[in-house]
């Protein structure tokens, strides 16, 4: 049985999110090993590398937030 229209829409949908949670369940597994084996003490370093661009980086978003 084919899909039409908007149930095939719907069914891409649901894959899409079906394979999001999957890559988000694997995250989270990785990161409960990690932390499992000692690896969290470089999790601020890690952060560090991770955003430390944009800590350092000029306020250009026209907000009033300073």
Known sequence: M?????????????????LGKGVLGAI??????AIVLGLARHLPEVAQWLVG???VAPHRDGSLLR
């Open 2 to 18: 084919e899909r039409h229209g908007a149930d095939r829409v719907g069914h891409v949908i649901f894959v899409i999110t079906l």
């Open 28 to 33: 989270q597994i990785a990161a409960g090993i």
């Open 53 to 55: 661009a944009e800590l």
